[in-house]
Nanobody, 123 residues
Framework: QVHLVESGGGLVQAGGSLRLSCAAS????????MGWFRQAPGKEREFVAA???????LYADSVKGRFTISRDNAKNTVYLQMNSLKPEDTAVYYC?????????????????WGQGTQVTVSS
């Protein structure tokens, strides 16, 4: 069974940085896409970033240029470097794994979710 454990969240002032990590287990992840999603209070979970097995990165427009996703296949770990944080980035962040497709809309994300990690950005 796939198991995902997110860490690295915290409280930071606007303009600050955080680095999230997600340790995955239960399968060989090197052939799967990995991604990050977030959910703010009262809102639906939304896509943040994804990285293909070959390393190509995809981002939501709201984080493009500020966030960087990366992966270490040897460690089955995916990271999210978040810079220039804004109060609207406040949310619980979750990582995900799934099958990649030609376009982001073709990705099929597995229904495995960890406990998430809270990111709070103060103004």
């Amino acid at each position: 069974q796939v198991h995902l454990v997110e860490s690295g969240g915290g409280l930071v002032q606007a303009g600050g940085s955080l680095r999230l990590s997600c340790a995955a287990s239960g399968r060989t992840f090197s052939t799967y896409a990995m991604g990050w999603f977030r959910q703010a209070p009262g809102k639906e979970r939304e896509f943040v970033a994804a990285i293909r097995s070959g390393g190509v990165r995809l981002y939501a427009d709201s984080v493009k240029g500020r966030f960087t996703i990366s992966r270490d296949n040897a460690k089955n770990t995916v990271y999210l470097q978040m810079n220039s944080l804004k109060p609207e980035d406040t949310a619980v962040y979750y990582c995900a794994t799934g099958l990649q497709g030609p376009q982001l809309s073709d990705f099929v994300w597995d229904d495995y979710w960890g406990q998430g990690t809270q990111v709070t950005v103060s103004s």
